[in-house]
Antibody, heavy 116, light 112 residues
């Protein structure tokens, strides 16, 4: 059974950089894209982007200017960085296995709060 | 971006009764491989979303058969044949055909 475990800072100040990492346990890492999805409190889901083992990325156009993703295949981990955060970036951030049939495995979620 | 529009936004259903919700996309979701990547997720309070249905009508392992998906092109439906208490939550459709992936705004299901 594939298991995703994520971690990162939960409280940021405006203009800081959000950094989250997700580790993949069990299953293949190189055969898939791995994605990040966020959900503001009480709101719906937004796809941030995805990355594969070779570092090929797809970013949501609305966030592309502030987002970067990276991968460490030796550790089966992938990471999200989002620059210049504001209160509007406050959300639960999920990592997930990204496939055309929709994310089938999810991390536990990390609440990131942006507040001065 | 492909806009996914769900309706209704909320649904109150009597225990044991059927429920139905729809998802409409602003473009056809037929992919170049001939598949239609319209997927349904359930999100219970405080939990990550869980995939129920993929490629319009394929049910995930462990998903009760009271859940069924149907549709084609741009119009899709998720049905619950007999609602149970554990079905409370928000249901999202998501399309995987076009980039960026996009979600519907969700249908909140409550059981009375």
């Amino acid at each position: 059974q594939v298991h995703l475990q994520q971690w990162g800072a939960g409280l940021l100040k405006p203009s800081e950089t959000l950094s989250l990492t997700c580790a993949v346990y069990n299953g293949s890492f190189s055969n898939y894209y791995w994605g990040w999805i966020r959900q503001p409190p009480g709101k719906g889901l937004e796809w941030i982007g995805e990355i594969n083992y070779a570092g090929s990325t797809n970013y949501s156009p609305s966030l592309r200017s502030r987002v970067s993703m990276s991968v460490d295949t030796s550790k089966k981990q992938f990471s999200l960085n989002m620059r210049s955060v504001t209160a509007a970036d406050t959300a639960v951030y999920y990592c997930a296995r990204a496939i055309l049939t929709g994310p089938d495995y999810w991390g536990q979620g990390t609440l990131v709060t942006v507040s001065s | 971006d492909v806009v996914m529009t769900q309706s209704p936004l909320s649904l109150s259903v009597t225990l044991g009764q059927p429920a139905s919700m729809t998802c409409r996309s602003s473009q056809s979701l037929v992919y170049s491989d001939g598949n239609t990547y319209l997927n349904w997720f359930q999100q219970r309070p405080g939990q990550p979303p869980r995939r129920l249905i993929y490629k319009v009508s394929d049910r995930d392992s462990g998903v009760p058969d009271r859940f069924s998906g149907s549709g084609s092109g741009t119009d899709f439906t998720l049905k619950i044949s007999r609602v149970e208490a554990e079905d409370v939550g928000v249901y999202y459709c998501i399309q995987g055909t076009h980039w960026p992936r996009t979600f519907g705004q969700g249908t909140k299901v409550e059981v009375k």
